[in-house]
């Protein structure tokens, strides 16, 4: 993974661009149109020729740290030439984790977690992960210069999720990576064998498995706080923002880092989660278009698109209580949202996708 120009922590007060159509980008050229469910034609892409540039301003960061302002010019044109059904898989992690938490901290515990950079998350909904709604959004993506963030075009507005709509939504730390750690975020030095966390609650184990850790904060609960407030903040960490599999293991390093609450509590896993997030988000379909509408796509979205899913939402006018339900202006976006409903690909479709009054 290579370096990536921070957007300061844990965001930037600008007004957002992604959520209607930007000043400093235009929605330009012809209409491009996913068909509605009785279709079976597929997106319809303008000839080259009369498609219209469009110009974006950024910032680079350069080797030498020096930054250099640029413009970047670039053609829009979907990735995707028709629409097809796709069944995204949220592996593990997830909103509805939190209620483990809530499960596992007593009272005590709760009030002192909640002093910490991640007490928030008790506030938040356990929200259900609507994978149809991803994937038609990634259905919409189109071409962007920028590899540090994804365009999508809706109708005719162009929309644009980056690391500061992530930062927004979830209140996460997104700046740069401290000078003890590389580039991937992983602190270069690490004490060797186990940690004294580890070896503690797992005897015998020099290495645990997230599933392993799951089944413990479900099945126990710990007298002392401040282990259980390590515990759990390992478990968020690894297991909502940086989702995987639950066969993998335990980042090492989270066992050792945590043993210093504040450098634990200061650390950006805000940028750490949204580049995991982002990298699945962006390879999601790559490979797998298929030329028919009756093929099935599967995959699996890592690190935590329940932050895009929610950005989705921001993204139109007004959303029914079928879908989703909205209980005002909250800090951090998240905490707005509650009662996510999952929802059919084909009426996402129609009602949504397909419809230029809603977005």
Not at 78 to 104: D, E, Q, R
Not at 254 to 266: A, E
Not at 280 to 306: C, N, R
């Amino acid at each position: 993974m290579k370096s990536h120009p921070s957007p300061g922590a844990p965001a930037p007060s600008a007004s957002r661009i992604q959520t209607r159509s930007s000043s400093n980008i235009a929605a330009a050229g012809p209409s491009v149109r996913a068909p509605g469910p009785s279709s079976s034609a597929g997106h319809t892409i303008s000839p080259k020729s009369n498609r219209k540039k469009h110009k974006m301003p950024i910032s680079m960061k350069m080797n030498d740290g020096s930054v250099v302002d640029k413009v970047l010019e670039f053609e829009e044109e979907h990735y995707h030439k028709i629409w097809f059904y796709g069944k995204p898989a949220l592996i593990s992690g997830g909103l509805v984790a939190i209620n483990l938490v809530k499960k596992f901290l007593t009272p005590t515990q709760k009030s002192k977690f909640r002093s910490t950079s991640f007490g928030r998350f008790l506030d938040f909904e356990p929200l259900v992960f609507s994978g149809q709604l991803v994937h038609c959004m990634l259905l919409k993506e189109v071409f962007h210069l920028n590899p540090n963030e994804m365009m999508f075009k809706v109708h005719e507005t162009l929309l644009k999720f980056s690391i500061s709509d992530f930062a927004l939504i979830n209140g996460l730390n997104c700046a740069e990576y401290p000078s003890f750690c590389n580039e991937d975020g992983i602190p270069k030095q690490l004490p060797f064998g186990s940690s004294w966390l580890c070896s503690k609650y797992f005897p015998g184990k020099s290495s645990i498995y997230r599933g392993d850790l799951y089944d413990f904060l479900d099945q126990n609960q710990v007298k002392d706080d401040t282990d259980a407030i390590k515990l759990v903040l390992i478990f968020i960490v690894d297991y909502i923002l940086l989702s995987k599999k639950d066969n993998k293991l335990v980042d090492k390093y989270l066992w050792h880092m945590v043993d210093s609450l504040d450098m634990f509590g200061s650390f950006p896993w805000g940028r750490k989660s949204f580049f995991l997030t982002l990298e699945y988000l962006k390879k999601a379909l790559k490979g797998k278009q298929t030329d028919s509408q009756q093929d099935v796509i599967y995959y699996e979205l890592f690190g935590f698109p329940t932050a895009f899913q929610i950005w989705i939402y921001e993204c139109f006018i007004s959303l029914p209580k079928t879908v989703i339900s909205y209980n005002g202006p909250k800090i951090p976006r998240i905490c707005s949202w509650s009662k996510a409903f999952k929802s059919k690909f084909f009426s996402l479709n129609e009602k949504f996708f397909d419809c230029e009054e809603v977005c």
